[in-house]
């Protein structure tokens, strides 16, 4: 049985920091891409940051809006992934999801429960 864990979330000042962390089980780290979605109110979810293995080193993407700011990584023995954002904005105030999805799985079948990040001016 496949499940993600999300902790981490808070409230915090703009500019502040925090770290999201996402804990697998039940899929080998080495075989899924991990991403963070996040889902603001009254808003679509959006594709926040992703990582996966292709062998020799991690790949990652990140949205535009979050590119410099947030950083996504992974602890294969720990099957965990990271969230590490610095100079948060109101803007990025959302529930944050971490979603998985196997190789050659298009989308993503597995999803966390969210943790929510607030961000005061």
């Known amino acids: 049985q496949v499940q993600l864990a999300e902790s981490g979330g808070g409230s915090v000042q703009a500019g502040d920091s925090l770290r999201l962390s996402c804990a697998a089980s039940?899929?080998?780290?080495?075989?899924?891409?991990t991403a963070w979605f996040r889902q603001a109110p009254g808003k679509e979810r959006e594709f926040v940051a992703s990582?996966?293995?292709?062998?020799?080193?991690?790949?990652?993407a990140y949205a535009s809006s979050v590119e410099g700011r947030f950083t996504i990584s992974r602890d294969t023995a720990k099957n965990t992934v990271y969230l590490q954002q610095n100079s948060l904005k109101p803007d990025d105030t959302a529930v944050y999801y971490c979603?998985?999805?196997?190789?050659?799985?298009?989308?993503?079948?597995?999803w966390g429960q969210g943790t929510q990040v607030t961000v005061s001016s």
């Open positions: 039940g899929l080998p780290s080495s075989t899924y891409t």
């Open positions: 990582i996966r293995w292709t062998g020799t080193t991690f790949h990652t």
């Open positions: 979603a998985a999805s196997p190789r050659g799985i298009t989308g993503y079948p597995y």
